[in-house]
Structures are given as structure tokens and as C-alpha cells.
T-cell receptor, first 116, second 117 residues
Framework: GAVVSQHPSWVICKSGTSVKIECRSLDFQATTMFWYRQFPKQSLMLMATSNEGSKATYEQGVEKDKFLINHASLTLSTLTVTSAHPEDSSFYIC????????????FGSGTQLSVL | AQSVTQLGSHVSVSEGALVLLRCNYSSSVPPYLFWYVQYPNQGLQLLLKYTSAATLVKGINGFEAEFKKSETSFHLTKPSAHMSDAAEYFCAVSRPSLNTGFQKLVFGTGTRLLVSP
């Protein structure tokens, strides 16, 4: 199957700093990418959907100025957590799909963010 | 390390028939287990989850799953398929962390459910 690479897998940062998470489709063109977060002991929640070349669509309750998503190319989407605070500490995971694999969804390995 | 195996990338059923989607997990510690569904052009949605309480878990849309430790399985079932159930289903396992509460999800490769009239 296809590979979705997510980097970094773990990041610790100070409160007030910004953190960028990358999601790359290594062997297919990802026309759509999804970003999720998981709070401790809870299930995965969709944050936003991004289509290449257009603005991301955010789910209700997700601050678009806080979580900046850029899907500038067919193989890369980035999520930037701006002015991170401890309550942003969470597990973030991306997924991607493309025509080469009949729109099947593939997941990145996730990023655990800890804000001190 | 934890892992999930979903047998069958595609499952086809007739409307009204039983739905059975298989998931086997591997975990060195008691796991949390999840089933997610992705409808066309949408993101993942949680169907149900097992977090060490009742072994038979009921979810949305008439789905349920049973945790069987002896078989390391968490198969998803629905007594009667509906056309609207056609979607891709993902099984996932995570390891609860008592210290941080964080858990890393590991997904299966997904099973596409096809429902014919």
C-alpha cells in the first residue's frame, strides 16, 4: 500500500511557540488530506480537511487561526499549531488519499505534541 | 509493539444480510480498540470503542463489536446491512498510558464494505 510519512513523531515545545507538523504522501498524489487530533483517553476527532491548492475546511469548534493548514502541493500538507499552550498537547495524525489508490485512505504515524 | 490486521480489503453483502468485518490485534498490554468509518468524501467517524469495560460494545447505526481476548479479535457486526452502510471501515488499537493519558493509535489497512440491492 501507499505510504504517508508524518514528521516529527514526537515534539516538546515551550508555551507560546509555534510547531509545524508535516504530512507527506511518498508514492502518490494526495488530492485530499485530513488532520485529526486525539485528546487523552478519547477518540480521534477530525480537525480539518484540505484539498490541494485550496483553503482547508475546518470542523466546527476548531480555530483556523490557531491551527494553520497548508496543502500547497500534491504530496505535502502541513499543520502549524501557533502560539501553542499546554491544552494543545495532544496526538495529531494525518491521513491522505489520491486517485492512484482509488481514493483509499492511508494514515501517517502520528505526532505527539507536548507543550510545557 | 501494537498492530492490527483487518482480513479482507473488500467485503460485499446484500442489503439486509449480516455484516461481519474482521479485526485481529496484537498488543502486549490490555488494549483500547476502536472502529472508525469513513463515508465517501468525508473524514473518519468513530463507530464504537472498547476501553476495558463491557466486552460487547454497541455503537452508532446498529453496529456492535465484541472484544475476545482469547482470540485477540474485535470483529465488527451488524445484523442487517443497509445501502447507506457502504463505506470504508478501519479498526485501530491503542495502548493506554496511565502516566500521560496519551495513546498512539495504530490503524488497520481498512475494509471497504460494498452493499448491493
Amino acid at each position: 500500500g501507499a505510504v504517508v510519512s508524518q514528521h516529527p513523531s514526537w515534539v516538546i515545545c515551550k508555551s507560546g511557540t509555534s510547531v509545524k507538523i508535516e504530512c507527506r504522501s511518498l508514492d502518490f498524489q494526495a488530492t485530499t488530506m485530513f488532520w485529526y487530533r486525539q485528546f487523552p483517553k478519547q477518540s480521534l476527532m477530525l480537525m480539518a480537511t484540505s484539498n490541494e491548492g485550496s483553503k482547508a475546511t475546518y470542523e466546527q469548534g476548531v480555530e483556523k487561526d490557531k491551527f494553520l493548514i497548508n496543502h500547497a502541493s500534491l504530496t505535502l500538507s502541513t499543520l502549524t499549531v501557533t502560539s501553542a499552550h499546554p491544552e494543545d498537547s495532544s496526538f495529531y495524525i494525518c491521513s491522505a488519499r489520491g486517485r492512484e489508490y482509488n481514493e483509499k485512505l492511508f494514515f501517517g504515524s502520528g505526532t505527539q505534541l507536548s507543550v510545557l | 509493539a501494537q498492530s492490527v490486521t483487518q482480513l479482507g480489503s473488500h467485503v460485499s453483502v446484500s442489503e439486509g444480510a449480516l455484516v461481519l468485518l474482521r479485526c485481529n490485534y496484537s498488543s502486549s498490554v490490555p488494549p483500547y480498540l476502536f472502529w472508525y468509518v469513513q463515508y465517501p468524501n468525508q473524514g473518519l467517524q468513530l463507530l464504537l470503542k472498547y476501553t476495558s469495560a463491557a466486552t460487547l460494545v454497541k455503537g452508532i447505526n446498529g453496529f456492535e463489536a465484541e472484544f475476545k481476548k482469547s482470540e485477540t479479535s474485535f470483529h465488527l457486526t451488524k445484523p442487517s446491512a443497509h445501502m447507506s452502510d457502504a463505506a470504508e471501515y478501519f479498526c485501530a488499537v491503542s495502548r493506554p498510558s496511565l502516566n500521560t493519558g496519551f495513546q498512539k493509535l495504530v490503524f488497520g489497512t481498512g475494509t471497504r464494505l460494498l452493499v448491493s440491492p
